[in-house]
Each structure stands twice: as structure tokens, then as C-alpha cells.
């Protein structure tokens, strides 16, 4: 660098906090510092933010999970469970205008992302009949039998789009490798007591089982979901199969998309977050 461009990485900054920080007072809470006020990409770049587009820091969610700090095994499982618990609870009508906000195509605003198949649908063929989307339940309903009345049912973390068919066909089927290839998902495989999703969303399957899974302890007249090394749980509140989502949380670590979707439902939504999207680490912690 040259004596005459010394002050150039000074302008730089200059315009980009300069041009940044108006932006910010609209929807960012008080007390959140500089970072926290404009988006992080995963390239480390950093642009304004729209009311709902900030990825928190590390730093940031520091305070949110201080009480489970230093903390392992089933300490930081109760730890985790106290901080996310007291969340928002949606209606079943509530989910379908929430999922086409977290799972927004980010090449279409008028489309979802579809969890199984990653096909782009339109946001308005939400509906039960052949080529709509409707509203899957990642950890199956049956497991526990929680309906869809405000609760777990209607918890948006495990919440996801899916093609109706395909839904259908996972229907209320464990987590675990191996099958046959689904024709209408192809990369998802299945047998005759359990589901493989595609590569893509397997650390999200996973991450999103783990919530479920600290979220209810059965403490607040929801049943106590459980995870196990078993397929064919049945209506039993368990879903399996641990050893095999913790390797999933490793193949198919958390990218932008899903710290964006676990930012927009604590921002606008559930005003909790999903500890493992967070900290992918703590599954290991918690299920040695
Ligand atoms: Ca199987
Ligand atoms: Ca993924
Ligand atoms: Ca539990």
C-alpha cells in the first residue's frame, strides 16, 4: 500500500457503517450492537438489513444461552430446555402464513421451498389435495399424539412444507438410512419403518428432532418427546434413530438458510430458537 492510500480502508468503513446504520433502527431490538444490526453471509460479508434478514452472532446469542453455559449432558439439557421454553405459541391456521415466510424461496417470494423434494411451489397452493404443499411434521405427530392444537403441533421449528404425496408417504415413519429411492423425492428412501431425506436436509431433520426433544420434558401439559436408537415408535413419544441423526448433524452442517428460517421465528414468530442450529455441538454433549 502506498503512502497516498492509507487512509482508503478509513473512507471504506466510513461508507459502509455510515450507509448501514440508518437502516437499522426500524426493527432491531435496542440492545443489540453493531453486528447484530446487519447481515452476516456465510461468505462474511455484510449487508443492510430488512426487519427480519439479521443472522445473529455468536456473540449476540452468548446472552441468550448463558444459563447454559459451561454446562453438559442432561444440565445442559435442562439448561436449554428453561431458555426456550415460554415460547409463542401459533394456531394451526397461524403455521401456513409463517411457513411461507421462514421456508420463502429466496429466487421467488411468490414460492416455498418443499422440504423433501426442494421443489419451488407456489405460495398459494397451500391446501390437501394432489400438487398442493401442506405443513409436515418433522417429528410426526403420532409420536405423542399432539394433534395440531397450539403446542407442539403447531411449532414451527420442526414445521417444514412438503408436496402432499410426499407427506403422505412418509407419513409417521422414524428417521434412518437405507430403502428404496421414493419416485415422486427422488434422494429420499424409505422401508418399512423409516424415512431417509435427501442429503441436503439431513442436519436439519436432525437439529430439528434435537429441539424437539429438549422443547418438551412433559413439564407443561405436553407429553415428553424423546429421542431413541429405535425405528417403529409408533404412537409411542419417541423418535428414533438417535445414533443416525447425530451423524446427520455432522454430514449436513447449518448453513445460511437455516440460521435465516431459525432467526425469523425468533424475531417474529415464537421468540425462541432452536439451540442446535446454534450450536450443532451440543447434541453431542447432551447424547453422548
Ligand atoms: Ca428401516
Ligand atoms: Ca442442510
Ligand atoms: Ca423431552
Known amino acids: 500500500m502506498t503512502k497516498k492510500l492509507w487512509f482508503l480502508p478509513i473512507v471504506c468503513l466510513y461508507f459502509i457503517f455510515g450507509w448501514a446504520a440508518p437502516s437499522a433502527s426500524a426493527g432491531a431490538p435496542a440492545d443489540t450492537n453493531l453486528y447484530s444490526r446487519l447481515a452476516v453471509s456465510t461468505a462474511g460479508t455484510f449487508f443492510p438489513q430488512t426487519a427480519s434478514s439479521v443472522i445473529t452472532t455468536s456473540a449476540d446469542t452468548d ?24 415460547n409463542t405459541k401459533l394456531s394451526y391456521s397461524q403455521v401456513w402464513d409463517a411457513l411461507k415466510e421462514t421456508d420463502e424461496d429466496p429466487a421467488n417470494p411468490n414460492n416455498v421451498i418443499l422440504l423433501y423434494t426442494q421443489e419451488s411451489r407456489a405460495k398459494s397452493k397451500n391446501g390437501g389435495s394432489v400438487g398442493d404443499w401442506n405443513r409436515e411434521h418433522v417429528w410426526a405427530k403420532s409420536h405423542g399424539n399432539f394433534g ?17 404425496q410426499v407427506n403422505s408417504a412418509r407419513g409417521n415413519m422414524d428417521f434412518d438410512n437405507g430403502g428404496s429411492e421414493y419416485p415422486k423425492a427422488p434422494g429420499n428412501y424409505y422401508d418399512g419403518d423409516s ?83 446454534d450450536h450443532p455441538e451440543w447434541a453431542d454433549e447432551i447424547w453422548k
Open 63 to 86: 446472552t441468550y444461552y448463558k444459563e447454559a453455559s459451561g454446562k453438559s449432558g442432561t444440565s445442559l439439557k435442562s439448561a436449554l430446555h428453561r431458555i426456550i421454553s415460554g
Open 148 to 164: 395440531t392444537s397450539a403446542g407442539p403441533g403447531t411449532d414451527i421449528h420442526h414445521l417444514r412444507p412438503a408436496d402432499v
Open 195 to 277: 424415512w431417509e431425506p435427501r442429503d441436503e436436509v439431513k442436519g436439519d431433520v436432525a437439529r430439528m428432532l434435537f429441539y424437539m426433544a429438549v422443547r418438551y420434558e412433559g413439564d407443561d401439559g405436553y407429553p415428553d418427546l424423546e429421542l431413541n436408537d429405535k425405528t417403529g415408535n409408533g404412537s409411542a413419544p419417541y423418535m428414533g434413530k438417535l445414533s443416525v441423526l447425530l451423524k446427520w448433524n455432522k454430514q449436513d452442517p447449518v448453513d445460511s438458510k437455516e440460521k435465516r428460517r431459525n432467526e425469523l421465528i425468533y424475531e417474529d414468530y415464537q421468540h425462541n430458537r432452536n439451540p442446535f442450529i
